[in-house]
Structures are given as C-alpha cells and as structure tokens.
C-alpha cells in the first residue's frame, strides 16, 4: 500500500478518535463510542507503523525522538480520557478541556 493510502486512513482514523472521545463525553450511551474509539485508535497505531515503514523506519532500529513524543501522545490520548471521563464525570468540561489540548499537541506532531 502505498505512503498516502496509509496517510489518509491515519488522518480518518485520529477525526474518529477525536469524535468519539467527545460523544463518549457527552452522550448518553457510551459503549459504542467506546468502542468506535478502540477500532479508530488500533487502526491509528496500525497506520502509523505502515507509514513507519514506507518512511523507511525500521522497527528493531531506534526510534526517531518524534516518534517516541508521538507514541506517547497516542498512549496519552486513546487510553487517558476514557478513564478521566468514567471516573470524573461531574467535571466534564474540565476534562474535555484538557482531551482537547492533547489532541492539539497530537495534531500539531502529526504534521512531521
């Protein structure tokens, strides 16, 4: 597959992280949101490491550092919110706030 084919997806599957951490923050059924975040967020890692390797990255070499800043950026973000929206629900704008920010340190590192 080809470097853009696995940009594209990449791109479509962050806008489906990001939609369904917000509706798993305010609408009332969340498990499908939760689950729409999962599928999203395996298919994120998944294009990433394509990518990787259309780069030319190899997986037992090391690591570039923006790799490892958006490794844990992408930890951050998919497994982070759902636990702070479940345990914290009476601060839900607070914890939006913050899904938010991360997301936009995400989207600002993707753009290497």
């Given amino acids: 597959m080809s470097y853009e084919f696995y940009k594209i997806i990449h791109i ?19 498990k499908i949101y939760s ?7 395996l298919l994120i890692f998944v294009t990433g490491m394509g990518l990787m390797a259309r780069v030319g990255i190899s997986h ?10 958006k490794m844990g950026l992408f930890i951050g973000y ?25 997301g936009l340190v995400y989207t600002a590192v993707n753009q290497y």
């Fill in 60 to 69: 037992g070499a090391g690591w570039p550092a923006w790799i490892k800043v």
């Fill in 12 to 30: 479509i599957c962050f806008a489906g992280v990001l939609i369904s951490t917000s509706l798993l923050a305010f609408a009332p059924k969340k």
């Fill in 35 to 41: 689950i729409v975040q999962g599928i999203c967020a």
């Fill in 78 to 102: 998919t497994i982070v919110p759902p636990i702070l929206i479940k345990r914290f629900n009476k601060n839900i704008g607070f914890m939006v706030l913050i899904i938010s920010f991360i």
